[in-house]
T-cell receptor, first 116, second 113 residues
Framework: GAVVSQHPSWVICKSGTSVKIECRSL??????MFWYRQFPKQSLMLMAT?????????EQGVEKDKFLINHASLTLSTLTVTSAHPEDSSFYIC????????????FGDGTRLSIL | DQQVKQNSPSLSVQEGRISILNCDYT??????FLWYKKYPAEGPTFLIS?????DKNEDGRFTVFLNKSAKHLSLHIVPSQPGDSAVYFC????????????FGSGTRLLVRP
């Protein structure tokens, strides 16, 4: 149980385009999902907390207009990188929890985004 | 300000021996700690967790120890297997933090056959 699916796994696109990444909880409902970013050989940095039916909560330094998050249902959250530039190239990972403080987050397999 | 620290970037152990991965934290409000295993280009896989009311939690070959006074936790893997070779992240969360996890920088474990 607690499977999180992320799609696509790899995206290459031109600078200036927008890219949408989907995160789905396959066998459970997730009122809260999280979006992380990982640079090579670094840790996972939380970008934002996605709440079903409400606005996402962004971490300090993360541009909410650049990284649009939508959590329209209990099983789907999307991250859209708008007008992507090469510096947005990174590994983006989502996670979801069964809920409650003492529950682990379960992660998708990540999306490798490369902006040319 | 790193609230969760993994001071050893890498660790190499012989197959069959014990692997001990360490993690220190600074925020005394953390009450839930987790260990994740990660392969390149994949998402982290949850291994084991512990709440602050305990000092030990065991699951098969994996045991997590928590020393609250020292703000230190460790993951023991016994016996280590080549398939355990990966990057291990410790993470922590605090009450009323909207379940946010703060991750350490990771330790790359290599288990030699």
């Amino acid at each position: 149980g607690a499977v999180v699916s992320q799609h696509p796994s790899w995206v290459i696109c031109k600078s200036g385009t927008s890219v949408k990444i989907e995160c789905r909880s396959l066998d459970f409902q997730a009122t809260t999902m999280f979006w992380y970013r990982q640079f090579p050989k670094q840790s996972l940095m939380l970008m934002a907390t996605s709440n079903e039916g409400s606005k996402a909560t962004y971490e300090q330094g993360v541009e909410k207009d650049k990284f649009l998050i939508n959590h329209a249902s209990l099983t789907l959250s999307t991250l859209t990188v708008t007008s992507a530039h090469p510096e947005d190239s990174s590994f983006y990972i989502c996670s979801a929890s069964l809920g409650g403080q003492l529950q682990p987050q379960h992660f998708g397999d990540g999306t490798r985004l490369s902006i040319l | 300000d790193q609230q969760v620290k993994q001071n050893s970037p890498s660790l190499s152990v012989q197959e069959g021996r014990i692997s001990i991965l360490n993690c220190d934290y600074t925020n005394s409000m953390f009450d839930y700690f987790l260990w994740y295993k990660k392969y390149p280009a994949e998402g982290p896989t949850f291994l084991i967790s512990i709440s602050s009311i305990k000092d030990k939690n065991e699951d098969g070959r994996f045991t997590v120890f928590l020393n609250k006074s020292a703000k230190h936790l460790s993951l023991h893997i016994v016996p280590s297997q080549p398939g355990d070779s990966a990057v291990y992240f410790c993470a922590a969360s605090a009450p009323d933090s909207s379940y946010k996890l703060i991750f350490g920088s990771g330790t790359r474990l290599l288990v030699r056959p």
